[in-house]
């Protein structure tokens, strides 16, 4: 064979070779792509580890040992944890915008020095003429010349504050400017309500100052918290074994969080010119949520068989509140805000209790296993009834603060 020969030889083994090299490589990087493709599927129960096995009535579409990156992603793509990811996320800004409404709506402390301005600026007279054109019977009662009278000699002083101190505006108005009137014209009730609220608005901050606002900021702060960690938790956990363990821990962590902060503004507006009480309810309750925190981190805690034990243990914290407000409804039974506060408390304790019920016995999926997988089944309807139960005590948190800014102790 000549040199030529043997060249042409050399070089078309050479890139036979190359040939399939590059075909290896290709394969091998197909092989990748596929395996990675296989590795990001959704998985069926029975292929889960140990530790992600908690509910074997949802069958399919979990996530499995994650990367992170994916797992973040995870949360715009559809699996069995999107909704208990979202309903608790969405439930999260929910409260923060009420945080921030009512910081913004019911200001802390009152700015004294506006207040002579404001009273300048105030149409009293035109108040009068509207009241005295629509409702001529009025100028008769004896309450509302008595009104007339001290309005005249309270607002030229300028040291207001010591001047008003002595009234009870909102009884003042109450007594003198009833609801209604015997002629029981139509007109004469909308203008008398309109000039109650004008003057109620014009003259309380003379005389309330707010109380402070901490319980029941600090009852918004433990519904972020457990929200915004329930929501992380459904979302990482599927990482890794260790992630879970931590993203478990801050979830039940919230949960004691949101119970004990929920007992802060019932507690503290119910009793606080009873401080014995107030120090009472409130130690007990904060001692109970740390107490069941730090059971919560023992690992034998997160094992599925104990799902009853977890979800009694968070229910009795909410039974412990029974007490309190049976001693607020006796003690201010001839309250209306003490009957309306707890009409709340026990539309809020149903909303948790049926969701603690839901949420131990797994309906509906018990009853129909991989029916409710990706929407419908029991942690979501918990969810669901926890950020209900918790506007509607964010509701009655609203009624305490009205209720003792009129009335302090």
């Given at each position: 064979m000549g040199s030529e020969e043997q060249s042409f030889v050399d070089a078309k083994l050479v890139a036979d070779a190359m040939d399939n090299t590059h075909a290896c490589a290709s394969k091998e990087g197909k092989g990748k792509r596929l395996w990675k493709k296989v590795k990001y599927q959704l998985v069926e129960y029975h292929c889960l580890p140990h530790y992600l096995r908690d509910n074997e009535y949802i069958v399919g579409h979990y996530r499995s040992e994650w990367p992170l990156k994916q797992v973040l992603l995870s949360m715009f793509t559809i699996h069995n944890e999107t909704l208990n990811v979202w309903t608790h996320l969405i439930g999260f800004f929910l409260f923060l915008a009420l945080t921030i409404y009512t910081a913004m709506k019911v200001p802390e402390v009152v700015d004294l020095h506006v207040l002579p301005d404001v009273l300048k600026?105030?149409?009293?007279?035109?108040?009068?003429?509207?009241?005295?054109?629509c409702l001529p019977s009025l100028p008769n009662m004896p309450g509302l010349n008595k009104l007339r009278e001290e309005l005249k000699t309270s607002l030229p002083?300028?040291?207001?504050?010591?001047s008003l101190s002595g009234w009870h505006v909102m009884e003042l108005l109450n007594n003198c400017l009833p609801q209604r009137f015997s002629h029981g014209n139509h007109t004469d009730?909308?203008?008398?309500?309109?000039?109650?609220?004008?003057?109620?608005?014009?003259?309380?901050?003379?005389v309330l100052r707010p109380i402070t606002?901490?319980?029941?900021?600090?009852?918004?702060g433990g519904a972020m918290f457990c929200l915004l960690a329930s929501s992380a938790c459904?979302?990482?956990?599927?990482?890794?074994?260790?992630?879970?363990?931590?993203?478990?821990?801050?979830?039940?962590?919230?949960?004691?969080?949101l119970i004990s902060t929920s007992f802060y503004p019932l507690v503290y507006y119910s009793f606080m010119c009873n401080p014995f009480f107030c120090t009472?309810?409130?130690?007990?309750?904060?001692?109970?949520?740390?107490?069941?925190?730090?059971?919560?981190?023992?690992?034998v805690f997160q094992t599925p068989q104990y799902r009853s034990v977890r979800a009694s243990l968070f229910f009795g914290m909410g039974l412990?509140?029974?007490?309190?407000?049976?001693?607020?409804?006796?003690?201010?039974?001839?309250q209306p805000e003490a009957l309306h506060t707890t009409g709340y408390e026990i539309l809020m304790g149903l909303f948790y209790g049926v969701g603690a019920l839901v949420y131990a016995t797994r309906i509906p999926e018990r009853w129909m296993p991989g029916k409710f997988d990706i929407a419908g089944h029991s942690h979501q309807l918990?969810?669901?009834?926890?950020?209900?139960?918790?506007?509607?005590?964010?509701?009655?948190?609203?009624?305490?603060?009205?209720?003792?800014?009129?009335?302090?102790c």
């Open positions: 600026n105030a149409d009293l007279h035109k108040l009068h003429e509207e009241l005295m054109t002083s300028m040291d207001l504050l010591p009730v909308c203008v008398l309500h309109s000039m109650k609220e004008d003057l109620a608005n014009m003259i309380a901050p003379l606002r901490w319980p029941f900021f600090a009852f918004l459904h979302l990482l956990s599927c990482h890794s074994e260790r992630m879970s363990y931590i993203m478990l821990r801050l979830d039940y962590a919230g949960i004691a969080a009472l309810y409130m130690g007990f309750i904060t001692i109970l949520g740390i107490a069941t925190v730090l059971v919560s981190l023992l690992p412990s509140g029974i007490l309190p407000i049976l001693h607020k409804v006796i003690l201010f039974s001839d918990f969810h669901v009834l926890v950020v209900a139960g918790a506007y509607t005590h964010y509701r009655a948190g609203l009624v305490y603060l009205k209720w003792r800014d009129l009335e302090g």
